[in-house]
T-cell receptor, first 112, second 113 residues
Framework: DAKTTQPPSMDCAEGRAANLPCNHS???????VYWYRQIHSQGPQYIIH???NNETNEMASLIITEDRKSSTLILPHATLRDTAVYYC?????????????FGKGTMLLVSP | DGGITQSPKYLFRKEGQNVTLSCEQN?????MYWYRQDPGQGLRLIYY???????QKGDIAEGYSVSREKKESFPLTVTSAQKNPTAFYLC????????????FGDGTRLSIL
């Protein structure tokens, strides 16, 4: 699976958009980009995933660059409850055993 | 609501003692996984199971054992052979082998007395 690079921490004001970047320059054509988050002392929570096109769901939007070497997770109106560690993971979808390699992620702190 | 239930939330182990962590899911998922998370670190795979009565070692299986007698249940035993068991243990499941996303429980925090 391709490795990812994320900033260790970011700050965001409550109500503003939080834009979390992820670099995955060695991504292969059949690898998806997944985002999970982990609130302190809880299990990781799936947020969104994509292959090439931008994706949006009720939690967030995922913007993937045309060359697929980087992506951005957007929380449009961050709340205090969005304070968590956000993990960007790249892996092949639908083949092999489905394990996830979590790096250290980005600690997002949302402040009032 | 469907989900994954891990118990207990906190567990203390004496030296030389085996302990078993429970993981139950009612999502009708075939695949289940156990991960270990150390402070400030990502997740590392201990064991995974693709189907009932089948399981495979992950990256750090030494000192751990599992069973998968029922689709809903995938207990993890931390044996006395695991020399550094203090960690946060997470159970996950997915519909079948190779599918995403994985759904996680809220974890068990194991500490040594």
């Amino acid at each position: 699976d391709a490795k990812t690079t994320q900033p260790p921490s970011m700050d965001c004001a409550e109500g503003r958009a939080a834009n979390l970047p992820c670099n995955h320059s060695t991504i292969s054509g059949n690898e998806y980009v997944y985002w999970y988050r982990q609130i302190h002392s809880q299990g990781p929570q799936y947020i969104i995933h994509g292959l090439k096109n931008n994706e949006t769901n009720e939690m967030a939007s995922l913007i993937i660059t045309e060359d697929r070497k980087s992506s951005t997770l957007i929380l449009p109106h961050a709340t205090l409850r969005d304070t968590a560690v956000y993990y960007c993971i790249v892996r092949v979808g639908g083949s092999g055993y489905s394990t996830l390699t979590f790096g250290k992620g980005t600690m997002l702190l949302v402040s009032p | 609501d469907g989900g994954i239930t891990q118990s207990p939330k906190y567990l203390f182990r004496k030296e030389g003692q085996n302990v078993t962590l429970s993981c139950e899911q009612n999502l009708n998922h075939d695949a289940m996984y156990w991960y270990r998370q150390d402070p400030g670190q990502g997740l590392r795979l201990i064991y995974y199971s693709q189907i009932v009565n089948d399981f495979q070692k992950g990256d750090i299986a030494e000192g751990y054992s599992v069973s998968r007698e029922k689709k809903e249940s995938f207990p993890l035993t931390v044996t006395s052979a695991q020399k550094n068991p203090t960690a946060f243990y997470l159970c996950a499941s997915s519909i079948t082998r190779g599918t995403q996303p994985q759904h996680f429980g809220d974890g068990t925090r194991l500490s040594i007395l």
